[in-house]
DNA sequence: GAGTTTGAAACT
DNA sequence: CAGTTTCAAACTC
């Protein structure tokens, strides 16, 4: 781990070459020079450019695997012909391969002393032996490419049995790759490089600090790992997370059944199709990064976005990276990247697209793919759950600061692309069962995708982005568009004409009404109340039921501000009415509550019941993704993804600080402005994962100082209005809503 | 994907 | 402020 070469896969892999074992056997083996080569081609060729491939599909990773699990088995015994079948079907390497063991298998008596090696190696348990022939493949893969001499007898066994371990524990490493053979590790550069590539992905998948364990295993010299057999090695040194990991726990369990045996690999498929796909794809959009700690780090670097700076005139620019955790930075999602979210994405990846700006904005990511105030820059893209916390933290922490709230610049991840790593952590954990769910919502563009305006020149407010404070991106299908950073001047002249006209116009539209500090728990029983939009709405044709509905659409009941007709709305009519979903908070309300959202035709299908339903969001440990869950339930899966909801929550937490409440408070609004939940959903969309301790987001509230305020699942984002301090804080946090201004990057 | 509906935003 | 037009999202097919 500590190793200085740690920073590329490739010298990962020369570390290997330059190992002892290595050494050795590259001395004593006379035929250095033939498996010196490929093995290091296989180093050289494993760029981690050809990792893209790798990534793309999983399946394909795990035909590979599959491959040399055959390959495993291709033994010169005709006892085994029917491996002689596989071996035909194997590329012309495996073929050349199968020769090369031939010959080794000549050498019979080196070979049988390798394998007795091997058996006291304890590689025995896993392969069942075909007697000398497995053992003697494997042997012969190995002594092929690494030391595979035939003088080299007892060396060679010394060898192979450091090869074997050293195999077992770059298989180890791989998690899902369990099933690469040992052999195949070394046989093939494409064995290799499937491996690595699984290695990656691992790495990709887990957080930085599974990454490192992973790492640090294969780095450990090779010799530790050689007491156990490959299954017991593999349970000792995997991490325990991983263990935990069901597609991990099936890759093991066929490893130690029947990987060696029988060529499973349909299990091993299956297991990593289990993999979040997406996070594979999120790999893909780096395929030339390295696997060390700042590889993953980059693998997980989501596309950085331009952000707007709401400041005033002088709208600072700053670099979200650093300052994210110091700066409630708003930032747009930068072009540039896009297509690594996609690529990975298209679904579940997209979940967090853009920031909004202002607090409209930030409210109002709901679905749209709202950004995350940064989590800190991209790299925590792909968060893992620690990073995640660490980002939460990060996020209050540096909200928490008046800096910060003064700056007004909220960063966003981009893409939801951005949030990629939350979803596919969600799904990890999860065990993936939304992903299939999300597929079709958010595949692509769908979940990134932004405005569509064809003739305001996204410079009015018809234009979600720029009513967001927020930059058009690629995945808007504008046309004609000016709300770029190309023409900030324009944007930021315009937004002050507008601004002018009305002051409010980027403010948030769902306002809190009540003033008085109410305890958390009137707050969260009575939110929609609470919370009202605005203007109101004049709705005549929708009843307040659909999202033309701004009242709906924020999730906020009508008021007497509002106009509208026959309004109906579930979180409350206008005519004080209970919102049916508001108003109770136990159980029965809670079942009350989700029958009136049945009913509404829109609502049902995107209703989320459970955690799993609820996913992108329940996974978020972050505030931020918490403050989404609250707000956005009702359309999470069919409205955008939220563009910026953050905001809010980071202003929140920001402005936490501040004390003064004497202004209405601006209500965290839902996906399009910020969402409030009814506070029966609330408590019961609330993933448990949220309510328990062991949550991201209680390490965060414990961890968080201002853990009362921030914190609570249920008081500040379970809730549908953010806690009040955070709706004050809002306002007072974020000045005059800033003018846009040019992104850093 | 195209067309329709809807209501906010913009304009008069 | 009211009425009308414009606009783009939401929705439907």
Not at 137 to 147: G, R
Not at 336 to 365: F, M
Not at 653 to 677: D, E, I, M, T
């Amino acid at each position: 781990m500590d190793t200085p070469e740690r920073n590329q896969i490739g010298s990962s892999l020369s570390k290997h070459e330059d190992s002892p074992v290595f050494n050795y056997l590259s001395n004593l083996s006379p035929i250095k020079p033939m498996k010196s080569a490929p093995i290091t081609q296989t180093f050289t060729t494993l760029n981690f450019s050809s990792l893209p491939s790798i990534f793309t599909s999983p399946h394909v990773s795990s035909h590979k695997e599959s491959r040399f699990l055959l390959r495993r088995h291709n033994t010169p015994d005709k006892s085994q012909s029917e491996f002689s079948s596989y071996i035909d079907v194997s590329s012309n390497k495996e073929n050349d391969v199968f020769v090369d063991v031939n010959q080794l298998h000549n050498c019979s008596s080196e070979l049988q002393k390798v394998s007795d090696t091997l058996d006291s190696v304890g590689r025995a348990p896993l392969e069942p032996l075909h007697e000398e022939s497995d053992l003697s493949i494997d042997l012969s893969h190995n002594l092929k490419n690494d030391c595979g001499s035939p003088d080299s007898e007892g060396k060679a066994a010394r060898d192979e049995a450091s090869q074997s371990a050293e195999a077992a524990t770059s298989s180890v490493m791989l998690d899902q790759g369990p099933s690469i053979s040992l052999p195949a590790v070394h046989e093939t550069p494409s064995g290799w490089e499937s491996l690595i590539s699984d290695g990656a992905d691992l790495l990709m998948f887990d957080s930085p600090n599974i990454a490192a364990g992973l790492k640090e295993l294969f780095k450990s010299p090779p010799v530790e790992h050689m007491g156990s057999s490959f299954a017991s090695q593999f349970h000792q040194d995997t991490p325990d997370f991983l263990k935990s990991d069901p597609a991990f726990l099936v890759d093991v369990g066929e490893l130690q059944n029947e990987t060696y045996h029988h060529a499973e690999t349909e299990v091993i498929d299956c297991a990593r199709d289990d993999f979040p796909s997406t996070m594979t794809g999120c790999m893909t959009s780096h395929p030339s990064e390295n696997v060390d700690d700042e590889s993953m780090m980059s693998l997980h670097r989501g596309v950085r976005r331009r952000c707007l700076v709401f400041d005033t005139k002088g709208a600072q620019r700053k670099s979200l990276i650093g300052a994210s955790s110091s700066n409630p930075s708003m930032c747009m999602n930068d072009n540039k990247k896009r297509d690594a979210s996609k690529i990975g994405g298209s679904s579940a990846l997209c979940i967090l697209p853009g920031i909004g700006l202002h607090l409209n904005a930030l409210a109002t990511s709901g679905d749209r793919g709202g950004g995350q105030v940064s989590v800190s820059s991209s790299a925590t893209t792909f968060q893992s759950p620690a990073t995640a916390h660490e980002s939460v933290l990060d996020v209050f922490s540096g909200a928490s600061s008046q800096e910060n709230a003064d700056s007004g610049i909220i960063q966003c991840s981009e893409d939801a692309c951005l949030a990629p790593g939350l979803v596919s952590l969600d799904d990890i954990n999860q065990n993936s069962p939304r992903k299939k769910r999300r597929k079709p919502e958010s595949s692509g563009d769908e979940s990134c995708k932004r405005c569509n305006c064809k003739k305001s020149k996204c410079l009015k407010l018809y234009c979600e982005c720029f009513a967001a404070g927020v930059y058009c991106i690629g995945t808007c299908a504008c046309q004609n568009c000016f709300n770029k950073p190309v023409h900030e001047d324009t944007v930021l002249a315009t937004r002050k004409q507008i601004e002018s006209r009305n002051p409010l116009a980027f403010a948030p539209k769902v306002i809190r009404t009540s003033d008085p500090l109410p305890d958390i728990k009137d707050e969260v029983m009575n939110t929609p109340a609470s919370a009202r939009h605005k203007r109101g709405c004049n709705c005549k044709k929708s009843s307040c039921l659909k999202k033309y509905c701004e009242c709906y659409q924020g999730g906020v009941g009508c008021s007497v501000n509002c106009r509208c007709e026959s309004c109906k709305n579930v979180f409350g009519t206008k005519d004080g009415s209970a919102p049916v979903a508001v108003a109770t908070q136990d159980g029965d309300e809670e079942e009350e509550t989700e029958k009136v959202e049945m009913n509404n035709k829109g609502l049902q299908s995107v209703m989320p019941h459970n955690n799993e339903e609820h996913n992108p969001n329940t996974f978020l440990a972050t505030p931020l993704r918490l403050t989404r869950m609250s707000m956005q339930l009702p359309f999470s899966s069919k409205g955008k993804p939220p563009r910026s909801s953050f905001l809010a929550v980071d202003s929140a937490s920001g402005l936490q600080a501040s004390q003064k409440f004497s202004k209405p408070n601006y209500v965290n609004p839902p996906p399009k402005f910020q969402r409030n939940y009814p506070a029966g959903q609330d408590e019961t969309e609330m993933p448990e994962m949220l309510r328990n301790n062991g949550s991201p987001i209680s390490a965060v509230k414990t961890s968080s100082p201002n853990s009362k305020r921030v914190s609570s699942p249920h008081s500040n984002f379970g809730s549908s209005p953010a806690p009040r301090s955070t709706r004050k804080l809002i306002l007072q946090s974020i000045p005059s809503f800033p003018s846009l201004t040019q992104p850093a990057d």
